[in-house]
């Protein structure tokens, strides 16, 4: 079964650090993969995917994540935290026989300036 | 409208009431899903429509939890005989294809207390 793992449900960084959010996928085919950001008492929306055309996926507001089969890791990165990216982050994997997403427990970053 | 909506955005429940909530996705979306978000955790995969047949229902948790999609358009779920554990965020979300790799656009979700 397909599963991800995000390790670290809290992450803290000053305001122009380097972000970086960890995910662990298990997939014994090509995964789809993605993460999405919520902010509070909204919906959760996408930040990037990773569909096999390039390892290096760049997403909106800065976000960027590396596909490395040899790790089976899907790691969000950002080179400068801005406070608005404050919000709960997903990690999550397409079911290839469903099209349903499995989410990861999520990692909470917090932005101090 | 624009993007996935669901109403109502809040449901306060007696124990044992009936509720009903509600997903209009994004206009001519093939594939709708519902998620069920407990408090600190990651959204749980509840069921999948195709159009308006609901392919996989396999993470509705009881017999209690039922959900349709008659048209192909709008969904409804329904939880009867509520009870504390329901207590949670449901969320929709649609996609244009069902093929796995379609980016899934999410509702802003309802929250529903049982009490």
């Known amino acids: 079964a397909q599963s991800v793992t995000q390790l670290g449900s809290h992450v803290s960084v000053s305001e122009g650090a380097l972000v970086l959010l960890r995910c662990n996928y298990s997939?014994?085919?090509?995964?789809?993969l993605f993460w999405y950001v919520q902010y509070p008492n909204q919906g959760l929306q996408l930040l990037l995917k990773y569909t096999s055309a390039a390892t290096l996926v760049k997403g909106i507001n800065g976000f960027e994540a590396e596909f490395k089969k040899s790790e089976t890791s899907f790691h969000l990165t950002k080179p400068s935290a801005h406070m608005s990216d404050a919000a709960e982050y997903f990690c999550a994997v397409s079911d290839n026989n469903t099209d349903k997403l499995i989410f990861g427990t999520g990692t909470r970053l917090q932005v101090f300036p | 409208g624009a993007g996935v909506s669901q109403s109502p955005r809040y449901k306060v429940a007696k124990r044992g009431q009936d509720v009903a909530l509600r997903c209009d996705p994004i206009?001519?979306?093939?594939?709708l899903f519902w998620y069920q978000q407990a408090l600190g955790q990651g959204p749980e995969f509840l069921t999948y429509f195709q159009n308006e047949a609901q392919l996989d229902k396999s993470g509705l948790p009881s017999d209690r939890f039922f959900a349709e999609r008659p048209e192909g358009s709008v969904s409804t779920l329904k939880i009867q005989r509520t009870q504390q554990e329901d207590s949670a965020v449901y969320l929709c979300?649609?996609?244009?294809f069902g093929t796995g790799s379609g980016e899934q656009y999410f509702g802003p979700g309802t929250r529903l207390t049982v009490t």
């Open positions: 997939s014994s085919v090509p995964p789809y």
């Open positions: 206009s001519g979306h093939v594939s």
């Open positions: 979300a649609s996609s244009l």
